[in-house]
């Protein structure tokens, strides 16, 4: 049966309206175009650094763990702590390894005396798209075993998305032993962790910003992280 011409009017409406949303809201730009506006996002909010000569140490992939207080000669007169060291020694690795930061991740949620422990890069992904990299350096200062509790927060565009808790010690659980990062009890002593996590593709643009934080089985915070991306 011959189509009419406003049935093929409508149905060329309906598919320039399917398009427009698919553009609008689930159509990636390339993942270059991705790194370079969160790279740009990131280099905007660390232009303070700059007036202070960050360290430079590695371990391995990673910063070495803050351990200095007090006042250094290189600083000169100024106030030289954990929380400054800490910030610089981090974003000064980001710049020397060409990152595009997206995230970092800290002792505690809030207070001016958080240490920032961790960075939370992008990276473009094959055979395309993005995906994440998390770092963390830090020391369990106590045990964590049983009853502690990951929490995660994530918003699109400001408003709520996703919202859960997870068993913290059961999050590796069904992994393979090289793929495995979670033992517990997670005995005390320092850590030094490496984790991937994938960037949907069918994500809608927008701006995510995320928050997740470890609850011991004590019900105290003892580390937190926050990203902000936009894809």
Same mark, same amino acid.
């Given at each position: @049966?011959? #189509? %009419?011409?406003?049935v093929?009017?409508?149905t060329?409406?309906?598919c320039g309206?399917?398009?427009?949303?698919?553009?609008?809201?689930?159509?990636?730009?390339?993942?270059e175009?991705? /790194?370079a506006?969160? $790279?740009k996002?990131?280099?905007?909010a660390?232009?303070?650094?700059h007036k202070? $000569?960050? #360290?430079?140490?590695?371990r391995? =992939?990673?910063?070495?763990?803050t351990? &200095?207080?007090g006042?250094?000669k290189?600083?000169? +007169? =100024?106030e030289y702590?954990?929380v400054?060291?800490?910030?610089?020694?981090? !974003?000064?690795w980001? &710049? !020397?390894?060409?990152?595009? %930061?997206?995230g970092? @991740?800290?002792?505690k949620?809030?207070g001016s005396? &958080?240490?920032?422990v961790g960075?939370?890069?992008? /990276?473009? +992904?094959?055979p395309k798209?993005?995906k994440s $990299?998390s770092? /963390?350096?830090?020391?369990?200062?106590h045990?964590?075993? =049983? !009853?502690?509790?990951?929490?995660i +927060?994530?918003?699109y565009?400001?408003?709520?998305?996703?919202?859960?808790?997870f068993?913290?010690? !059961? @999050?590796?659980?069904?992994?393979n032993?090289?793929? &495995?990062? #979670?033992?517990c009890p997670m005995?005390?002593?320092p850590?030094?962790?490496k984790?991937d @996590? *994938?960037?949907?593709?069918?994500?809608p643009v927008?701006?995510?910003t995320? *928050?997740a934080? /470890?609850?011991?089985?004590d019900?105290k915070t #003892?580390l937190?992280?926050f %990203? =902000?991306?936009r894809?």
């Amino acid at each position: @049966m011959p #189509i %009419s011409k406003k049935v093929a009017g409508v149905t060329l409406l309906l598919c320039g309206a399917v398009l427009g949303i698919y553009f609008s809201y689930f159509h990636h730009p390339p993942a270059e175009d991705i /790194l370079a506006a969160n $790279r740009k996002k990131s280099q905007d909010a660390d232009n303070s650094v700059h007036k202070v $000569r960050a #360290i430079k140490a590695l371990r391995g =992939e990673h910063p070495p763990e803050t351990k &200095r207080q007090g006042k250094n000669k290189d600083y000169g +007169d =100024e106030e030289y702590d954990l929380v400054q060291e800490s910030k610089m020694m981090w !974003e000064d690795w980001i &710049r !020397e390894h060409n990152y595009v %930061s997206i995230g970092e @991740m800290y002792n505690k949620c809030e207070g001016s005396d &958080r240490i920032m422990v961790g960075q939370v890069i992008m /990276l473009q +992904d094959k055979p395309k798209g993005v995906k994440s $990299r998390s770092f /963390l350096n830090y020391t369990f200062d106590h045990e964590v075993y =049983e !009853e502690s509790k990951l929490h995660i +927060d994530v918003k699109y565009n400001g408003k709520d998305l996703y919202s859960n808790q997870f068993d913290f010690c !059961e @999050m590796d659980a069904n992994k393979n032993a090289e793929d &495995r990062l #979670i033992y517990c009890p997670m005995k005390p002593g320092p850590i030094y962790w490496k984790k991937d @996590m *994938k960037i949907p593709n069918y994500l809608p643009v927008g701006l995510y910003t995320t *928050k997740a934080w /470890l609850v011991d089985q004590d019900k105290k915070t #003892i580390l937190c992280g926050f %990203s =902000e991306f936009r894809l």
